[in-house]
């Protein structure tokens, strides 16, 4: 079945640091991808999606791009800031019954 | 504007009780969903619902139990608790499901079972 594979965390970085987190994906056809993100103590926000192949993902400075030929939706950010410390979760929807597959999400710590 | 609200935020239980845990959205969305989450595992869904009067199960459904009788409520049950069920308890909308939807979350539902 479909499925969401992502890097383990903590990924602990330095403020100003380059940011990439992994994914990557199994699914049938062509599904949406999304990164959602999970601040402490509140629910999951989505932060950027793409729904075709090659499509690039954008929010508060963060990017992703669907490689439909890698099978991936890695997430990066050029200069990371202590407020983007959270959870982050890659997501697909499945096109055969549209439902969120999860990856098991990353947790990252920013240091001033 | 309130989105998705959850009640309570935070809930301790014994073994063996019962208790609702309240879900309320007010973006007149039709598709709405409970999910569980817990260390490493990413978000699980138990139930789901693609409108009023209609519910089915997802990945990890028993020992929960859910009802739509509004397009705004989707209230899930632990019928009687049990310490594996503890965990945080998330319930999402989103417009009738697409593949572009994103969906929208509450807060969640700190629930521990002792």
């Known amino acids: 079945g479909d499925s969401v594979t992502q890097m383990e965390g903590p990924v602990t970085l330095s403020e100003e640091a380059f940011l990439t987190i992994n994914c990557t994906y199994t699914a049938t056809g062509y599904p949406s991808l999304f990164w959602y993100v999970q601040y402490p103590g509140e629910g999951l926000q989505l932060l950027l999606k793409?729904?075709?192949a090659d499509d690039k993902g954008s929010n508060k400075g963060f990017e992703a791009t669907y490689r439909k030929e890698t099978t991936s939706f890695h997430l990066e950010k050029g200069s990371v800031q202590v407020s983007d410390s959270a959870v982050y979760f890659c997501?697909?929807?499945?096109?055969?019954?549209?439902?969120?597959?999860w990856g098991a999400g990353t947790k990252l710590i920013i240091k001033p | 504007n309130a989105g998705v609200t959850q009640t309570p935020k935070f809930q301790v239980l014994k073994t063996g009780q019962s208790m609702t845990l309240q879900c309320a959205q007010d973006m007149n969305h039709e598709y709405m969903s409970w999910y569980r989450q817990d260390p490493g595992m990413g978000l699980r869904l138990i139930h789901y619902?693609?409108?009023?009067?209609?519910?089915d199960q997802g990945e990890v459904p028993n020992g929960y139990n859910v009802s739509r009788s509004t397009t705004e409520d989707f209230p899930l049950r632990l019928l009687s608790a049990a310490p594996s069920q503890t965990s945080v308890y998330f319930c999402?909308?989103?417009?009738?499901?697409?593949?572009?939807?994103?969906?929208?979350f509450g807060d969640g539902t700190r629930l521990s079972i002792l």
């Open positions: 999402a909308s989103s417009p009738p499901p697409g593949l572009n939807q994103p969906q929208h």
């Open positions: 997501a697909l929807k499945s096109r055969s019954n549209y439902q969120l597959i």
């Open positions: 619902s693609v409108g009023a009067g209609i519910t």
């Open positions: 793409a729904t075709k």
